[in-house]
């Protein structure tokens, strides 16, 4: 499995990760939201390496060697997750880096954000990665662009709600309407109950993605 996180590691060179380390801190200094900033950093860096593995029919290859498909499955999963984790972790240390330097109505993570961020990225790839092993990259790309719009359609109208925002909408203030929409709608220990629902859905996604590898490769 290490081989397999090593090979999705190496696939984006040098100069990738720094350009992708200069976008979050650019992005974080001319105040483009941190939210936003993680949606994309995360969506360009795992739906890469699908497309790579579309492009260059690499899952026929390796399926070709002895390793199990399981095996395979479970290191795209833990690829995506470790995407996730690093870019929230380097989003904080800008963070705290240019905090004496920038001034106060920046946006900091508190663990609150944390805590969110990462089981908002998880959800996505346990929805994310069974669509990219019964389509096409590109396929699944359309399918995500739909669903995105339907989801920041009604997210949008649920953060202006909870942040009661009357006169005018500013996407970079609406960061701190997430941690309110969780409490508001799980009320009772949201943290750890969201946390326990997406281990679960997380764990159903990673046997349905076998499943669908399975038929569609056999």
Not at 66 to 75: A, G, H, L
Not at 121 to 149: D, E, K, R, T
Request: proline share 3%; net charge positive; aromatic share 18%.
């Amino acid at each position: 499995m290490l081989a397999l996180l090593k090979k999705d590691l190496l696939l984006n060179s040098w100069l990738s990760y720094s350009s992708f380390c200069l976008f979050i801190l650019g992005a974080y200094i001319t105040i483009l939201s941190p939210y936003i900033t993680f949606f994309i950093s995360f969506f360009a860096f795992c739906y890469s390496v699908f497309y790579s593995d579309d492009r260059y029919r690499v899952n026929q290859f390796i399926i070709s060697l002895p390793i199990k498909r399981k095996t395979m499955i479970q290191s795209r999963y833990l690829y995506c997750m470790l995407i996730v984790v690093l870019i929230i972790v380097l989003q904080k240390v800008y963070m705290l880096l240019l905090l004496p330097v920038l001034p106060e109505h920046y946006y900091i993570y508190g663990w609150r954000d944390m805590v969110l961020l990462l089981c908002i990225g998880f959800l996505a790839i346990a929805i994310a990665i069974p669509i990219l092993h019964m389509v096409q990259a590109i396929y699944a790309f359309v399918i995500f662009m739909v669903l995105n719009s339907i989801f920041t359609f009604f997210l949008l109208d649920e953060l202006v709600k909870v942040l009661h925002l009357k006169d005018e909408i500013i996407f970079n203030k609406l960061d701190a309407g997430f941690v309110l929409l969780l409490e508001k709608y799980i009320p009772y220990y949201p943290y750890i109950v969201l946390t326990i629902v997406t281990g679960i859905i997380l764990y159903f996604s990673m046997l349905l993605t076998v499943k669908i590898f399975n038929t569609k490769n056999c």
